[in-house]
């Protein structure tokens, strides 16, 4: 079946500007994960869905970011007012279900590499 | 707070000669490692749990809580192997992990 998809795979804006990242995770996932990844460095979580609802966004950096699932599938990030420290490849995963003391593979998207010039 | 710790950015070595990719962790409670692989092109994907004890593609990893260590080891290295690898620490019950830098594995013909 088809993996985790994300789009765009490359986006480039403005100092600024607002952005939307897209995640479709695998078909009856009910976990979605969003990490960022900077040059040289490993991915660094930033908030995970368990269903529609953000479970943990212990990882967000600051307010200018935000995410969603309203439907429990499709997973939106967004960021306001970007900065040049917000360049960075965001990934996306999803796995079957997380709940405590229980463990499901997560599954990666190939990311979406922003660029703010 | 967990961390990981991966100390070398980059392992060369030539086609079958044994590798070893260093980890060290930190955590104060009972904890979860994996190794996390990213070959050319690919996605990120999970290579190993130390939970499960297994031996994939010929990689294994023993988590050594008194070095708090879980290197990742393979007798043979073969030019398939080059990849990024990725440590990466679980635990309290969340199993969102914390990824070390990666070590950047180069496989000579």
């Known amino acids: 079946g088809a993996g985790v998809s994300q789009t765009p795979s490359n986006k480039v804006t403005e100092k600024g500007k607002y952005v939307e990242l897209r995640c479709d995770p695998i078909s009856g996932h009910t976990a979605l994960y969003w990490y960022r990844q900077s040059l040289g460095q490993g991915p660094e979580f930033l908030i995970y869905f368990q269903g529609t609802g953000a479970a943990d966004d212990s990882g967000l950096p600051n307010d200018r970011f935000f995410a969603v699932r309203p439907e429990g599938s499709v997973s939106t990030l967004k960021i306001q007012r970007t900065e040049r420290g917000d360049s960075a490849v965001y990934l996306c995963?999803?796995?079957?279900?997380?709940?405590?003391?229980?463990?499901?593979?997560?599954?990666f998207g190939p990311g979406t590499r922003l660029t703010v010039l | 707070a967990q961390r990981v710790t991966q100390p070398e950015k980059l392992l060369s070595v030539f086609k079958g000669a044994p590798v070893e990719l260093k980890c060290n962790y930190s955590y104060s409670g009972s904890p979860e490692l994996f190794w996390y692989v990213q070959y050319s092109r690919q996605r990120l994907q999970l290579l190993l749990r130390?939970?499960s004890r297994e031996s994939i593609k010929g990689f294994t990893a023993d988590l050594n809580k008194g070095e708090t260590s879980f290197h990742l080891k393979k007798p043979f290295a073969q030019e398939e192997d080059s990849a990024m690898y990725y440590c990466?620490?679980?635990?309290?019950?969340?199993?969102?992990?914390?990824f070390g830098r990666g070590t950047s594995l180069i496989v000579h013909p």
């Open positions: 990466a620490l679980g635990g309290g019950g969340s199993y969102i992990p914390t």
């Open positions: 995963a999803s796995s079957k279900n997380v709940g405590l003391g229980s463990y499901n593979e997560q599954f």
């Open positions: 130390h939970i």
